[in-house]
């Protein structure tokens, strides 16, 4: 049976930016949203964890998703200062991010732990956004897509599923620099992720939800959205502004 084609994703990712005030943009990206009628893809925001509480009363009714940064395996316990998926999913998150770059380099996180946060956000029935992505010095040495392989494997476990997990490539040297592949290198990459999902999961792997990440603007969504196996974008700076989120997914409209 042929999978069908994933809607797309179009995730923005927050980090340590932003506060109540911010609900502004919120309601600016739903007005937006609103005037464009029917949308050919999902809208996901994914504040600091102050935030999501009130973002998700703020969007009800809404085309935008709320979603975390990050969780922690385990369903409680004594992790001083750490959320547990099912607390995001308490207070109606949708998606958790897991992995990012920064938190595999700021925190240690290696491909195992982020497979057991990946399966906390399954248990509490989040839709998990698993990021990888090689650095400039690997990228250099020729080995990004072991680099990216390797990930893969560590990250995923055999209960993932296109329905509770999407994949995020995140070259780290594209993060928060202006600076981009080409699209034929993103081609690249995303045929390599998805011959391996598909080796992996079978004909599910062809519905998985791939999005690139890093650096995306409204000025390149266009050329990268349209780039085959690219089911959307991870977007970080270029989120914070509902102008400039709403130009990235007008990329879809
Ligand atoms: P950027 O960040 O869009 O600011 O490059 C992307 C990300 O880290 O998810």
């Given at each position: 049976?042929?999978?069908?084609?994933?809607?797309?994703?179009?995730?923005?990712?927050?980090?340590?930016?932003?506060?109540?005030?911010?609900?502004?943009?919120?309601?600016?990206?739903?007005?937006k949203?609103?005037?464009?009628?029917?949308?050919?893809?999902?809208?996901?925001?994914?504040?600091?964890?102050?935030?999501?509480?009130?973002?998700?009363?703020?969007?009800?009714?809404?085309?935008?998703?709320?979603?975390?940064?990050?969780?922690?395996?385990?369903?409680?316990?004594?992790?001083?200062?750490?959320?547990?998926?099912?607390?995001?999913?308490?207070?109606?998150?949708?998606?958790?991010?897991?992995?990012?770059?920064?938190?595999?380099?700021?925190?240690?996180?290696?491909?195992?732990?982020?497979?057991?946060?990946?399966?906390?956000?399954?248990?509490?029935?989040?839709?998990?956004?698993?990021?990888?992505?090689?650095?400039e010095?690997?990228?250099d040495?020729?080995?990004?897509?072991?680099?990216i392989?390797?990930?893969?494997?560590?990250s995923?476990?055999?209960?993932?599923?296109?329905?509770?997990?999407?994949?995020?490539?995140?070259?780290?040297?594209?993060?928060?620099?202006?600076?981009?592949?080409?699209?034929?290198d993103?081609?690249?990459?995303?045929?390599?992720?998805?011959?391996?999902?598909?080796?992996?999961?079978?004909?599910?792997?062809?519905?998985?939800?791939?999005?690139?990440?890093?650096?995306?603007?409204?000025?390149?969504?266009?050329?990268?959205?349209?780039?085959?196996?690219?089911?959307?974008?991870?977007?970080?700076?270029?989120?914070?502004?509902?102008?400039?989120?709403?130009?990235?997914?007008?990329?879809?409209?």
């Amino acid at each position: 049976m042929a999978a069908k084609k994933p809607k797309p994703l179009v995730a923005g990712n927050w980090k340590m930016n932003g506060g109540k005030a911010s609900a502004r943009e919120l309601k600016s990206l739903d007005t937006k949203l609103k005037k464009a009628g029917r949308l050919p893809c999902e809208v996901l925001i994914c504040p600091p964890a102050t935030l999501i509480e009130g973002f998700v009363a703020k969007t009800r009714g809404t085309k935008i998703a709320i979603g975390a940064q990050d969780c922690h395996s385990r369903e409680n316990g004594a992790h001083t200062g750490d959320i547990a998926a099912e607390m995001l999913k308490d207070v109606g998150a949708k998606y958790v991010i897991v992995g990012h770059s920064e938190r595999r380099a700021d925190h240690d996180e290696d491909s195992k732990l982020v497979r057991t946060k990946a399966e906390a956000a399954h248990r509490a029935g989040l839709t998990a956004i698993v990021c990888v992505g090689e650095t400039e010095a690997e990228r250099d040495q020729g080995s990004t897509l072991k680099v990216i392989s390797a990930q893969l494997k560590g990250s995923l476990g055999d209960t993932f599923t296109a329905k509770n997990t999407v994949i995020a490539y995140e070259p780290v040297w594209a993060i928060g620099t202006g600076r981009t592949p080409t699209p034929q290198d993103v081609a690249k990459v995303h045929a390599a992720i998805r011959k391996r999902l598909i080796t992996r999961f079978g004909d599910e792997g062809a519905s998985f939800r791939i999005l690139y990440g890093g650096s995306v603007k409204p000025s390149n969504a266009v050329e990268l959205m349209g780039v085959e196996n690219v089911n959307g974008a991870l977007v970080g700076g270029a989120s914070l502004k509902a102008e400039d989120f709403f130009g990235i997914i007008s990329a879809y409209l």
